[in-house]
């Protein structure tokens, strides 16, 4: 008996082929998404990122079955989502960063509860990963509060709970962090990270924050004006663009420009020598470092990183392509 | 006064852009005035040739105007003004030069407009095609029917434009607005002509507003109350209308001034 | 065999949110027993000036009267909301549906039941037992299964009725005061005995949107009325037919409208 390759190869827990989806509005017709073509094995966590109304949001919602493509196919674990939509939904946990899918007045719990009933899973099951994933979440104190009433970090906690109550193969979040204050963030990455290690979770995330994509995954699809730009690692994309972060440094006292600072390049200086900014790239040093070796010329009192963000990042890999 | 003008024209705009909604609303008007056409025709014929002054002519002009007028008169009541009494916003209304009342008194008379002429002509033409009706049997019945119609739009406004400022006063409108709105469907003829009701029933209607907001230009526009007696019908309805306004005028003071003791 | 857990766990949360806000509630139902008797008040007037409209005496339309509202009443608290449909897109809350393991419809119809309505159906049903008793009927089995066929066909076609409404809300935006004029106009024009009708409009509401099956037909055939060539008195057995008639041309502008939403996009 011969060994084919789909014996050996993994069936893609999502797969497109040619993906097209056009929305009409009176005679005008947008190509939202347009002929993308990727596979994600199970246990991988991919980022997808790309400026707003890119078609990140589009694609999910084929994929989940809401949308219809207007050719092409899309399957997620190994079904057709138009035609075993529940089935689908079954195996797929889904949280929607601008929309609750939690029930708005009522207290925490009960959505739970509900869910759980929905789900068909056994009550005592159900008790036990909704007070596993409670206590993860540090979500306690919030279970008798109606939904309504929670902060939107507490709300997107709470969306991701309810996402993963039934043990979902794939975890799909749709703008998750969009809104949360820098703690919110760095615990529900924290939590995903920690999810993903414990029971393999695939993850397919759609996000334009850049600090999304460097924490939670090691995978990277660039989306852009519906066309794939990029696939591969994070460490490709920051090869292909480079991945330069920019450190706005107020000094004390007037200073001469800081030239020479070690993998650092000196982008301007300011105000007689007050703000100055520089350039790193993340790949090769650390903002610790360069503040280092800036902190042994000079005295800093203030300082400001700002991040690459999606736009920079799209602009430079298509003056890349078009460069080569 | 041309502040009041402008407000006219502006709630007419407002309105005229729901065009769907208007086309919606003629579906309704249409397929109520079908059964109602038919159930009181046949109660007339029943009953001979007329019931309460109205023969089937008469009382097939009465559900045609009724439903040409349902959305010109706001039968059911507004909460615009409730909320925001509730929410507090009333008070930017009372630091405007023009008068509160009048301001959404204007406001309603632009959106009866607008009503009449996109959604009533439209529902009195198909009745007008699919039936006999009864025309108004003299210039002054059109005349002064039309004039009985603003009337009526006034008198249903004040009224509902006092119980919205019942907010100052009562948290939960809910209950009076409930009431209100069963009531008033019934009092004013909408369903049934007045005339009809057993005369207990009939006294009780004529002690509140609701016939003078849609009963009374009915009846000079299907032509069951002509010649002088119009007048007298007219009459009753500028009191009450002249009635509401004052009240809700001294109600409206009454309420700024718990606003400003309360602190808005 | 369906599970009805998840259902289950949906509409006892919705009941219990409506019970938590007891005045207001019991405000409402006192409300829809204001529709109730304001919609029995237009019969009464009208009987108070005739003894017999089409064919059918005070009694007879009070039988009609309560038949026609118990089963309106019934759906209008299961199904009434489904058009709230557009408010429900805007919610998200249709896109929320489709990421869940269950069948859509069945999601929205037990997304919200509209405990109020009791009110007006606790009237119809005191009307439909003072008809019944005054109105000498010659009780049998088959009067009997008569009745309750009626009511639950008659529920059935009314909650067909507001399904489609839901379906078409995919549609046209804002529809739902297009699609009013068919459900509460069905209900009116249930309420009436058919023959004040002129012929083009028996046919519709017997044939196209089959309201008269829900209260006239039956109640002809329940006190042995004579019939006549638009209501023979066995017509009034078929309104299981009628029901499954209305549910299949619901069921068909449901999926069109679903169809449509994945098609169109929200």
Redesign the interface.
């Known amino acids: 008996m011969t060994v084919t390759r789909a014996d050996i190869a993994p069936t893609p827990i999502i797969e497109t082929q040619d993906l097209v989806r056009d929305f009409r509005r009176g005679a005008r017709r947008t190509r939202a998404v347009d002929h993308m073509t990727f596979a994600i094995q199970p246990g991988e966590a991919v980022g997808y990122i790309g400026a707003n109304g890119a078609g990140k949001s589009t694609t999910i919602k084929m994929l989940t079955g809401i949308l219809k493509p207007t050719s092409g196919r899309a399957r997620t674990c190994g079904l057709d989502p138009m035609r075993q939509r529940i089935e689908v939904a079954r195996q797929v946990g889904v949280v929607f960063g601008q929309r609750s899918q939690l029930w708005w007045d009522l207290p925490l719990h009960e959505s739970f509860t509900i869910l759980a009933a929905i789900h068909r899973l056994d009550p005592a099951e159900a008790q036990a990963r909704t007070a596993r994933l409670v206590d993860q979440l540090e979500m306690g104190p919030q279970l008798d509060t109606p939904v309504r009433s929670l902060s939107l970090g507490q709300r997107m906690r709470a969306e991701i709970a309810a996402a993963l109550l039934h043990s979902p193969r794939l975890l799909i979040l749709d703008e998750p962090t969009i809104g949360l204050d820098v703690l919110s963030k760095q615990r529900l990455r924290e939590f995903l990270v920690e999810e993903r290690r414990q029971r393999g979770t695939t993850l397919l995330l759609t996000t334009h924050d850049m600090g999304d994509i460097e924490r939670l995954c090691d995978r990277v699809l660039v989306v852009d004006r519906g066309r794939l730009a990029f696939d591969g690692t994070l460490q490709g994309l920051a090869a292909t663009v480079g991945a330069e972060r920019l450190l706005v440094i107020d000094l004390a006292v007037p200073t001469p420009p800081l030239e020479g600072v070690q993998r650092a390049r000196l982008v301007d200086s300011e105000s007689d020598g007050l703000r100055q900014r520089l350039a790193f790239d993340a790949t090769q040093t650390t903002a610790a470092a360069v503040l280092a070796d800036v902190s042994r010329r000079a005295e800093v009192r203030d300082l400001t990183i700002e991040e690459p963000n999606i736009e920079d990042v799209v602009r430079r890999i298509y003056a890349t392509s078009r460069g080569s | 006064m041309r502040t009041f003008a402008l407000l006219v024209r502006a709630g007419f705009r407002r309105h005229s852009t729901y065009r769907l909604a208007l086309l919606a609303g003629m579906t309704t008007n249409s397929v109520f005035g079908l059964i109602r056409a038919s159930v009181l025709v046949a109660a007339v014929t029943a009953a001979g040739t007329q019931i309460g002054g109205y023969d089937a002519p008469k009382v097939l002009a009465f559900v045609w105007w009724g439903q040409a007028l349902l959305g010109a008169v706001n039968l059911w009541g507004f909460q615009e003004v409730g909320d925001r009494v509730r929410t507090g916003d009333i008070a930017i209304d009372f630091l405007r030069p023009l008068n509160p009342q009048l301001t959404y008194l204007a406001g309603d008379l632009g959106r009866a407009g607008i009503n009449l002429i996109l959604r009533g002509a439209p529902a009195l033409l198909i009745g007008a095609l699919l039936y006999d009706l009864a025309a108004p049997p003299g210039l002054d019945s059109w005349v002064l029917g039309l004039v009985s119609v603003v009337i009526a739009v006034v008198v249903a406004f004040a009224a509902s434009f006092i119980v919205n400022l019942l907010a100052f006063w009562v948290i939960e409108v809910r209950g009076i607005r409930l009431v209100w709105m069963i009531t008033s469907g019934f009092l004013c003829g909408l369903y049934v002509p007045i005339p009809w009701f057993p005369d207990w029933l009939r006294t009780l209607a004529q002690w509140t507003p609701f016939p003078a907001m849609l009963q009374n230009p009915l009846d000079i526009l299907s032509g069951r109350v002509d010649g002088g007696a119009i007048w007298m019908t007219l009459a009753g309805q500028l009191a009450w209308g002249a009635v509401l306004i004052v009240v809700g005028q001294v109600v409206l003071h009454r309420g700024r001034r718990r606003l400003e003791v309360q602190g808005g | 065999m369906v599970?009805l857990?998840?259902y289950?766990?949906?509409l006892r949360?919705r009941i219990r949110?409506q019970l938590q806000y007891r005045?207001?509630f019991v405000?409402?139902i006192?409300?829809t027993v204001?529709?109730g008797l304001?919609e029995l008040?237009?019969v009464w007037?009208?009987f108070?000036?005739?003894?017999?409209?089409?064919g059918l005496d005070f009694t007879a339309a009070l039988l009609v009267f309560a038949l026609s509202n118990i089963c309106f009443s019934i759906a209008d608290m299961v199904v009434g909301h489904l058009d709230q449909l557009p408010t429900y897109i805007r919610?998200?809350?249709i896109?929320?549906f489709?990421?869940?393991?269950?069948?859509l419809l069945a999601q929205f119809m037990s997304s919200e039941i509209s405990l109020r309505r009791i009110g007006r159906l606790t009237v119809a049903i005191i009307v439909l037992a003072i008809a019944l008793a005054r109105a000498e009927i010659a009780w049998d089995t088959a009067t009997v299964v008569l009745l309750i066929l009626s009511v639950l066909s008659g529920t059935a076609i009314f909650s067909a009725l507001f399904t489609a409404a839901g379906g078409l809300q995919f549609f046209?935006?804002?529809?739902a005061?297009?699609t009013?004029?068919?459900t509460?106009?069905g209900s009116?024009?249930a309420q009436?005995?058919q023959?004040?009708?002129?012929d083009p409009?028996r046919i519709f509401w017997t044939f196209v949107v089959p309201t008269a099956f829900v209260a006239y037909l039956p109640a002809v055939a329940i006190l042995d009325l004579p019939g006549n060539v638009l209501a023979p008195t066995w017509l009034a057995w078929c309104t299981p037919l009628a029901a499954v008639f209305a549910w299949v041309v619901a069921g068909s502008c449901w999926r069109a409208g679903t169809?449509r939403y994945?098609?169109?996009?929200?």
């Open positions: 599970d857990t998840p289950r766990a949906i949360s949110a005045t207001s405000t409402d006192l409300g204001g529709v304001t008040a237009e007037v009208i108070h000036n005739v003894d017999v409209l089409g919610a998200g809350t896109d929320a489709y990421v869940r393991p269950l069948p046209v935006v804002d529809g005061e297009f009013n004029a068919f509460y106009g009116y024009a009436q005995p023959r004040v009708f002129p409009l169809r994945q098609g169109a996009g929200g």
